[in-house]
C-alpha cells in the first residue's frame, strides 16, 4: 500500500486545481472526485486536495496487503453497462442533490 501511495503522490494533476477547488469549496459546492481508481488511491488524492467525496472502485486487500483483485462500484453500472454516465442517478440520490446543481468532469483516456 505505502508504494501505491507514493505512486498517488506522483500522478499529475491539473495546473491550479487546488485554487480552483478552494475557491468553488467558498462558495459552498460541494466537490467530489470521481475515478476509475482505485478508492485507496482517490481518497488520498480527495485528502491531499480538499474534496468532500469520492466515488471509485475498490481493490480488494488480504492482511493488508493488495491482491490484485478488483470490486467494481455499483454505481458505475447499469446492468451489465459499465461508464461513469450511470453516474448522475447515483450523485443525484446519495447527495441530494437537485439535477440542475450536479456538474460532473470526465476526463477521457489518452
Not at 41 to 57: E, P, Q, R, T
Amino acid at each position: 500500500m505505502p508504494e501505491l501511495l507514493e505512486i498517488a503522490d506522483d500522478l499529475p494533476l491539473v495546473k491550479g486545481i487546488t485554487e480552483v477547488i478552494s475557491e468553488l469549496k467558498k462558495k459552498g459546492y460541494k466537490i467530489g472526485l470521481v475515478s476509475e481508481l482505485f478508492t485507496c488511491v482517490a481518497s488520498h488524492v480527495k485528502n491531499k486536495l480538499g474534496i468532500d467525496f469520492v466515488l471509485s472502485n475498490e481493490l480488494l486487500l488480504q492482511d493488508g496487503i493488495i491482491t490484485g483483485e478488483l470490486e467494481i462500484a455499483p454505481f458505475f453500472l447499469n446492468g451489465e453497462q459499465y461508464g461513469k454516465e450511470h453516474l448522475f442517478a447515483h450523485i443525484h440520490d446519495r447527495y441530494q442533490l437537485p439535477a440542475a446543481n450536479i456538474i460532473y468532469v470526465s476526463a477521457s483516456r489518452r
